[in-house]
């Protein structure tokens, strides 16, 4: 008798065991997630304590002025330089050798960088002769809207403004265009949308530059707008920063120019200015 109450006491003893881990085990997979929850809310919040400090709060022209004072303290980058740069910004996230092409979203080698084709080459999504600055430390260098594009494609799109409509273009992922307007594919609508919209608030005439400017037209040529406005507000609405745009911002604010794309941490920011 003794002997079977002994073995019945280690079983309760091991059923109880197996109880107490069952109920801890959820307790500790919980806890990471928690943690990179408040991680991630902690950074949200920092930025707008520290960073944006000036702009939070503000609406219109106000918030404008506010985030342009804010992001025009930043590091300029010479031209070739930027080619390091993007192969850093917009590294394929599963193939560290590679970047993505914007337009496109083919993931290509580091390596082939150039003007041939096959090759990519420095995008300037806010094309440079729309204010006639070229390749000029500063609007002409800036990586917030400088990409990696395929270098037929980036010619297609040439210095043409964004709207909706248009015939595909050959090896773009699903961009159209016609004989004044770009669109790109749907995947980075809202990345293009935010460019435009960081370079109407970084460029307002100072530095020598032109006062760049969003507006509501196409066929803009050497004037410095980009449009169309209305056009690039839905696609702001319709395609939200995902994680290859943060950590895209990211990198140039910890790296390179130290300065962010606010559109990218607030797109609700382009309403309430535009």
Same mark, same amino acid.
């Given at each position: 008798? $003794?002997?079977?109450?002994?073995?019945? %006491?280690?079983?309760?003893? $091991?059923?109880?065991?197996?109880?107490?881990?069952?109920?801890?085990?959820?307790?500790?997979?919980?806890?990471?997630?928690?943690?990179?929850?408040?991680?991630?809310?902690?950074?949200?919040?920092?930025?707008?304590?520290?960073?944006?400090?000036?702009?939070?709060?503000?609406?219109?022209?106000?918030?404008?002025?506010?985030?342009? &004072?804010?992001?025009?303290?930043?590091?300029?980058?010479?031209?070739?330089?930027?080619?390091?740069?993007?192969?850093?910004?917009?590294?394929?996230?599963?193939?560290?050798?590679?970047?993505?092409? $914007?337009?496109?979203? /083919?993931?290509?080698?580091?390596?082939?960088?150039?003007g041939d084709t096959g090759d990519w080459n420095r995008e300037h999504v806010w094309a440079k002769s729309h204010g006639d600055f070229g390749t000029s430390t500063g609007p002409g260098t800036d990586i917030h809207h400088l990409?990696?594009?395929?270098?037929?494609?980036?010619?297609? %799109?040439?210095?043409?403004?964004?709207?909706?409509?248009?015939?595909?273009?050959?090896?773009?992922?699903?961009? $159209? &265009?016609?004989?004044?307007?770009?669109?790109? %594919?749907?995947? /980075?609508?809202?990345?293009?949308?935010?460019?435009?919209?960081?370079?109407?608030?970084?460029?307002?005439?100072?530095?020598?530059?032109?006062?760049?400017?969003?507006?509501?037209r196409v066929d803009n040529g050497s004037n410095p707008y980009i449009g169309k406005l209305s056009v690039l507000k839905a696609w702001n609405d319709e395609d939200p920063p995902d994680a290859f745009e943060e950590r895209r911002?990211?990198?140039?604010?910890?790296?390179?120019?130290?300065? %962010?794309?606010?559109?990218?941490?607030?797109?609700?920011?382009?309403?309430?200015?535009?």
């Amino acid at each position: 008798m $003794l002997a079977i109450r002994t073995r019945r %006491r280690k079983a309760a003893a $091991l059923a109880a065991a197996a109880a107490l881990a069952a109920v801890a085990a959820p307790s500790l997979a919980a806890t990471p997630a928690t943690a990179t929850t408040a991680s991630a809310a902690t950074t949200a919040s920092d930025y707008d304590s520290t960073y944006y400090k000036d702009a939070v709060g503000k609406t219109g022209d106000s918030l404008k002025a506010a985030l342009h &004072t804010i992001i025009s303290d930043q590091t300029k980058l010479s031209y070739s330089a930027v080619w390091d740069a993007l192969k850093a910004t917009d590294e394929d996230p599963d193939n560290s050798g590679n970047v993505i092409l $914007l337009y496109s979203g /083919v993931s290509r080698s580091k390596s082939l960088n150039g003007g041939d084709t096959g090759d990519w080459n420095r995008e300037h999504v806010w094309a440079k002769s729309h204010g006639d600055f070229g390749t000029s430390t500063g609007p002409g260098t800036d990586i917030h809207h400088l990409r990696p594009s395929d270098v037929r494609v980036n010619s297609v %799109r040439g210095n043409k403004d964004f709207d909706n409509g248009g015939s595909a273009v050959s090896g773009g992922g699903g961009s $159209l &265009t016609d004989s004044d307007s770009f669109e790109p %594919r749907d995947a /980075v609508k809202g990345d293009v949308a935010r460019m435009i919209f960081y370079m109407a608030v970084r460029y307002e005439g100072g530095d020598g530059f032109a006062d760049l400017e969003a507006n509501d037209r196409v066929d803009n040529g050497s004037n410095p707008y980009i449009g169309k406005l209305s056009v690039l507000k839905a696609w702001n609405d319709e395609d939200p920063p995902d994680a290859f745009e943060e950590r895209r911002n990211q990198v140039i604010y910890d790296e390179y120019q130290h300065n %962010r794309n606010p559109f990218v941490d607030h797109p609700e920011w382009v309403e309430s200015i535009w």
